[in-house]
């Protein structure tokens, strides 16, 4: 069962800020793409509200991209007033509420319009990508974020999706090489 974690959305966004470090122009070999079959349900008091695809991930020397879906199972309309989507690397497998990234890197460009209002049963997928590459090296734990969504029960104003799955890749100097899958740990919702 996945647990729900809270966390202050601006004491996040803040470690977060301070994590990010974009090296574009560093040396890379050919961008690793791992087909990833991402399914999960983020639940409030066993109810789903919202689910979540992540079919692919690649991160390259210059930018990232994540093919990606989701829907609401609610019935009501959730909104996503602003883009906070993007891709999360962590220093470890396990995620915990006080867990900041060691980098993160915001979406930049959506393959479809972002939506800002997602009726009951509703879905939007596409491509999501940005600039550049964590200045990283050693092994890190790649996640994607969805949101931040309002509307959602049992949550307050604004809330972020962190996957619970994760792709493990390892940085060199030089190059990008993508370890073996890591299993699930649990989601955080921020």
């Known amino acids: 069962m996945a647990s729900r974690l809270g966390l202050s ?5 803040a470690a977060a800020s301070v994590a990010l470090t974009v090296l574009l122009a560093s040396p890379a070999a050919a961008a690793p793409t791992s087909g990833v079959n991402w399914k999960e349900t983020w639940k409030v008091n066993g109810v789903p509200v919202l689910s979540f695809k992540v079919t692919s991930v690649t991160v390259g020397k210059t930018k990232w991209t994540a093919r990606i879906s989701f829907r609401n199972l609610l019935h ?39 939506p800002t209002r997602l009726a009951a049963g509703d879905s939007w997928s596409g491509v999501i990508s940005g600039l550049g590459r964590p200045a990283i090296t050693g092994k890190a734990w790649v996640r994607i974020v969805f949101g931040p969504f309002s509307g959602v029960p049992g949550t307050s104003n604004l809330s972020l999706w962190v996957t619970d799955h994760a792709l493990v890749l390892t940085f060199g100097s030089k190059s990008i090489t993508p370890s073996k899958p890591s299993k699930p740990g649990g989601p955080l919702v921020i």
């Open 9 to 13: 959305l601006l004491a996040t966004v």
């Open 76 to 114: 009501r309309t959730v909104t996503i007033p602003r883009n906070s989507f993007g891709i999360a690397f962590y220093g470890s497998a396990k995620l915990t509420a006080k867990t900041p990234p060691v980098a993160y890197g915001i979406a930049k460009t959506f393959s479809k319009p972002r």
